[in-house]
């Protein structure tokens, strides 16, 4: 049983700043891949940033610079830290994890997704 819980989304102005958490729980034997995508509406999900285990980044779509993903692997927490925020960032935002249960089997998992909204 694993399930991921995000938090952090919010009403912010064009130029502010948020962090997203999502934190893993569950029979977890190991963590592999956690990111970060997002989705408005009627629009194509897409990858904002992942990370891996050994802490190597990836952003998407020349998002790096403005967001930054890291990870604390003692609390099963990936995090994504939002500056300089535009209006064309408002989405959900959804986490994202590869995980390993104690019974060896692995899955991909999703959360429910945060709201983040930028306007003025």
């Known amino acids: 049983q694993v399930q991921l819980a995000e938090s952090g989304g919010g009403l912010v102005q064009p130029g502010g700043s948020l962090r997203l958490s999502c934190v893993a729980s569950g029979s977890i034997l190991s963590i592999n891949v956690m990111g970060w995508y997002r989705q408005a509406p009627g629009k194509e999900r897409e990858l904002v940033a992942r990370?891996?285990?050994?802490?190597?980044?990836y952003y998407g779509d020349s998002r790096k610079g403005r967001f930054t993903i890291s990870r604390d692997n003692a609390k099963n927490t990936v995090y994504l830290q939002m500056s300089g925020l535009k209006p064309e960032d408002t989405a959900v935002y959804l986490c994202?994890?590869?995980?390993?249960?104690?019974?060896?089997?692995?899955?991909?998992?999703w959360g429910q997704g945060t709201q983040v909204t930028v306007s003025s």
């Open positions: 990370i891996t285990s050994g802490g190597t980044t």
């Open positions: 994202n994890a590869d995980i390993q249960s104690w019974d060896k089997s692995r899955s991909n998992y």
